[in-house]
Every structure is written in C-alpha cells, then in structure tokens.
C-alpha cells in the first residue's frame, strides 16, 4: 500500500455479553514481559523523525459514529462532565501482512481505519499491561479483519483543546510525554499545527520532553493533535505532562534528568492493579512535572458534544410472562422500562448478538432447557453499561413414575412410588373401576411418595391413579391400577 493511502474498513462485532457492563480498563495478569525486561536508561537525547502529520480530524458524533469511551480508565463513563469535555479520536490497525512498523505516521496513513469514534477523559495511562481491546457504547467489540479482538498493533488519531484548568495560572509551559510505544504531540499556538514533543518509535516505557516553552494565558485554547501507537500487545502507557516554568521569557529551558528515560519498571510499577508510582516518578511530581488533567481538555471545535458525558439510562424489567426460573411455557413476554422516558432497547436472547427491539419482547417456540435474556436501554446516544438479565429454565417434559406398590390389609390400601424429578404427591382413587375420589394434593415437592386409604372393606377391589406434577407445571399420568383388599 502507498504511504499516503487509507484503507478504510466498517469493523462489524460480535456482542459480547461477557462485557456488558462495559468494565474495559482491567489490567489481565499472565501476560508476557516485554523485551526488553529490565529496566533501561538511556542517555542519549531524543530521535529525531521526519513523519506525515494526521490529517485534520473532523467529528460529527452524533452521525452515526460508533462511541468508545475511554477503555483505559476504570471508569470509563464521563457523566458529570461539561459536553464539550474530553478528547476525541480516531482507531486505526496494522492488519496481519502489513509491516510492523516503528513510526505512529506510518501506522496512521498505512492502517485500517475503524468504524468507531474514541472519546477519552484525560490522557493519563500507566505503564500497564493491556489485554482487552475497544468496545462501543452498544457493546461491540472492535476487531480487526480476521475477526481478532485490538490490543496490539493499533494507532489511536487524537485531538483535543488544551486550557487551563483547576489551580492552573497562566504562564510558560514545559511540554512532556510518557508513552510505551510511540507517540508525538502537536500543538498549534497560531501558525499551524508543530511537533512539540517527539517521543515516536517502539520502546519501553519513555519520557520525552519539548525543547521550548509554551505560554498559556488564562484564556487560551491551544488545539492539540496527539498521535499515539501501540506495537507488541505486552504493556501500554500514554501521559501528557507539563511543567511550568518561570515567567522571564529569557529564561532558558532547564534539563530534566528524567527527559530521555525509558524502562518499563522505572515509572511505574505494572504488576500492582492499578499501576503504583515509583519513586522516579514521583521524584518528578516533586520536580514540577504533573500530568494534565481531565479539566486541561476541551473538545476540538468540529466536535459539538461528547457523548460519554451524557447521563446513561438505567434498564428496568418491569415484568415476565410467565414469571420464575421454572415453567413448562415456550412462549415469554418481557416487558421493559426505563428511568428516563424515550429510550430505546437492544435485547439478546441465548447470547445472541444483540438487535434493537420494542417492548414488550415476545420470544415463542422455546427449546426445553436453559435461556437467558439480557436487555440494555439507550438514550440519547447512551446505552446503560450494565442492563438487566433474565435466567430461566423451560421444561415441558412430563414427569414419570416407577415402582408403584400397593400393600393391603383388610380395610387399607398403602400406595408408595417414585418419580424421576421431584413433584408433589397427588392420588385419585375409588371402588372397582372408578377414581372419582381425590386426596388432596400434597405440595411437596419430593421423589418418594406414599398415600394410605382407610376404612375400606375387606376383599373389594379398588382402582387408583397416582399422580402429582413437577416445579415447571408438567403433569405426571400414570395410568389406573386396580388391588384387592385383604380378607
């Protein structure tokens, strides 16, 4: 493919149903080290790479884009936040045959574009090990081609609007970036977008920082475009950090002893859930150095709002028809609610990819056996991440008995028997060939049945049926038996 081009593919998933609750930022132990595996310092100064810059992002939202929201953070959900809060972006992927390359630019005009649309809170990722890969606001999980789930090999197309945030003052701004593998942060402070901090290719865990100052007054917007990939899948770290330094413009950039570092154990520690901070880092808090906060970004002009900030809807079964875990029907009817009035539902039955739907839900022709039914409310672009689930067990199959015996004496009959399930114990009976005498039905539920009929007269014969019905419903029949009393 030519350096320029972009294939662009519509990613289509797989419900995952494991995920719903949409818990994307878990940090999997058993993942392999990456190479190399102890902790690296390098002294040289920073590489020096000629890339293309990301062509200019440009976002509608609300145009049928696919939303994930930020799968790095443990709370992935930005509700609370202003509307136009966040950073937005675009997924791209190295397929299977393409190069593994070393430069973000070639990952970005070389990768398959994904149909989704990636809103981040702040940009502040621990060196961590990564393993689940993207999910949408509807749970689907973004794949490559060969149906793979994205955790390696990704590029993420960023942008943002950096302000002033909490506690903030206005000043001269030292620009960093800690990231595992390559990224590059541009800004532009009125004549275009530049690279301020480079910190591209693949590496462990590595601090890069700008060589010029940055003045941000108190109301500055300065846009920014981060372009970040992740190569082997084994840890991931992305952070923007800052420093604020003396407000004489003459003033020189100080040198960091921290700009340059690299090593994955050497910031963070990645093998506690979440990441700790070492003591190099923390060192370089202590310095000045913070990274940037979910305040310090507003979304880019194109972008009109971000749909992770907006309340999601809560999913209500308002009622099950018929209700319970058991029942011999192989028809149900759900109906749905939601605490916020104009939702719409997607519905899964038997883990089935999900599909939009009306309540009420109606399911027919149920097989006998296990069935669960799961259901999300969406609203306004918000899909409750967690959804109602429904279990129950259909069961049409009859129950049976065995071993039915009748002892007699000469004025009672003791009927005992055994069934394959637990049912209640349920007897009709009468003289000769009739059984239009009922015994009241005993209600509990067992295997081992007996019922015994007194005062009978001696050397009659009576007939009876033993019965009962199981914990779905099912009737047990066995068909009419006759005894004769004792003399």
Known sequence: MKTG???????????????????????????????????????????????????????????????????????PSQQGTDLDHGIVGKIYYLPANAPRYTSVGDYIN??????????????????????????????????????????????????????????????????????????????????GFRTVVNDDGTHPTKFACAS????????????????????????IALAVLWKKLSDNPDDSIPSDIACGKSGNNLFFD??????????????????????LAASNFQLPD???????????????LAGATPAGALTNQTTITFTLD???????????????????CTSPVAYSNLSSGEHVFMARAIYNGRMDPVGITYNWTVDNVAPTASAVTATTTSSSITITWTTNEPTTTALSWGPGTTTDIIVPEDTTFTTSHS????????????????????????VLSSGRRSVRTSP
């Open 270 to 291: 990645y093998n506690t859930v979440p990441s700790t901070p070492r003591q190099y880092y923390q060192d370089m808090l202590t310095r000045g150095w913070k990274p």
């Open 110 to 191: 070389n990768g398959t574009f994904v149909d989704a649309t990636l809103f981040l809170d702040e940009i502040n990722i621990a060196t961590r090990k990564f393993d689940l890969g993207f999910f949408t606001e509807e749970g689907i999980q973004l794949v490559n081609q060969n149906g793979e789930k994205l955790y390696e090999y990704f590029a993420l197309d960023l942008s943002s609007t950096i302000k002033l945030g909490t506690g903030d003052t206005a000043g001269r701004y030292q620009f960093g970036l800690l990231a595992d593998d390559g990224a590059i942060l541009e800004l532009d402070t009125g004549s």
């Open 5 to 75: 081009s972009r294939n662009t593919t519509r990613i289509i998933g797989q419900l995952a149903t494991a995920c719903l609750a949409l818990a994307l930022s878990a940090v999997l132990p058993g993942c392999e080290s990456e190479e190399p595996t102890t902790d690296i310092i390098e002294t040289g100064g920073e590489t020096t790479a000629i890339v293309n810059a990301p062509a200019n992002i440009n976002y509608d939202p609300f145009a049928g884009i696919n939303a994930v929201c930020d799968p790095f953070s443990g709370n």
């Open 212 to 235: 010029e100052a940055i003045n941000i007054g108190s109301e500055a917007r300065i846009p920014m475009r981060l372009s970040y990939y992740q190569g082997p899948r084994y840890h």
């Open 338 to 356: 939601s605490n916020m009035s104009g939702s719409t539902f997607v519905c899964s039955l038997d883990n089935a990819a999900a599909t939009e």
């Open 302 to 316: 194109s972008v009109s709002s971000n749909p992770c900030s907006k309340p999601t809807p809560t999913t209500i």
């Open 451 to 474: 019922i015994t009929l007194t005062g009978l007269i001696p050397v009659t014969i009576y007939s009876y049926i033993v019965g009962g019905r199981d914990q779905a419903g099912n």
